[in-house]
């Protein structure tokens, strides 16, 4: 079978298990990538082609591109999730990432901020304007609630209620986290300058929090 074909089913695979849009474009990009080095370096555009060897060379590849150890592993993960679903499927016998061992990934203790970093960090946001206030908001989402930027970013309206929030993250999984009073005094502040801000204006989205174009925020510009 050509690699091409089944790539493109696998996307259909994933697709319906409903992974979020960042989650899609970079398993695309991924496997557009992986399927590039086995035409051009490997000259394998066959499924049944692919050995061990040939993965391993591609792990090298991006090891060479001075990719962190974290970032490789990332990686394998995506491409060793394939070919499971190839062994699943019945396409392939066994699964060719087996036998290809990855690097070490250094082990990294990750230091949250401290209370006076957060307090000065939303001091930082004392104006009355809605971008300022909004920023505010979210900063004190996301360290009362502990939530993502990808989730702060796929909030919407309906999610946040009065004394909780249904938050959406990896996977797509759902939990709840409860809002204290300090923070549901923000939030209520929020509100209501979003509601101003946004009366003479267009709401081309439902998201809780919005770009001033009023549209939904992305990853990159939460914060």
């Known amino acids: 079978m050509l690699l091409e074909d089944v790539l493109k089913e696998y996307e259909y695979h994933c697709q319906a298990r409903n992974f979020t849009k960042k989650t899609m474009t970079n398993k695309r990009q991924e496997y557009n990538q992986l399927k590039?080095?086995?035409?051009?370096?490997?000259?394998?555009?066959?499924?049944?082609?692919?050995y061990h060897q040939d993965l391993k060379s591609y792990i090298r590849s991006k090891q060479m591109s001075g990719l962190k150890p974290q970032s490789i592993h990332a990686i394998a993960?995506?491409?060793?999730?394939f070919f499971n679903w190839c062994v699943s499927e019945e396409y392939l016998k066994e699964n060719p990432m087996d036998k290809v061992a990855l690097p070490k990934v250094p082990k990294e203790v990750l230091t949250g901020l401290t209370t006076d970093e957060v307090v000065k960090m939303m001091d930082s946001f004392k104006g009355d304007s809605y971008l300022e206030i909004r920023n505010k908001a979210i900063i004190a989402m996301m360290s009362d609630c502990g939530l993502r930027a990808m989730e702060i970013a796929g909030l919407k309206e309906c999610n946040v209620r009065d004394t909780d929030i249904k938050v959406f993250g990896k996977g797509n999984k759902?939990?709840?986290?409860?809002?204290?009073?300090?923070?549901?005094?923000?939030?209520?502040?929020?509100?209501?300058?979003?509601?101003?801000?946004f009366k003479d204006k267009i709401q081309y989205s439902d998201s809780y929090f919005l770009a001033y174009q009023g549209k939904a925020m992305s990853t990159s510009t939460t914060l």
């Open 36 to 50: 590039q080095f086995l035409e051009t370096k490997r000259g394998i555009t066959e499924l049944e082609s692919i």
């Open 77 to 81: 993960k995506q491409i060793k999730a």
């Open 174 to 197: 759902e939990r709840m986290v409860f809002i204290s009073p300090a923070l549901k005094k923000i939030l209520l502040k929020y509100e209501r300058a979003k509601k101003n801000y």
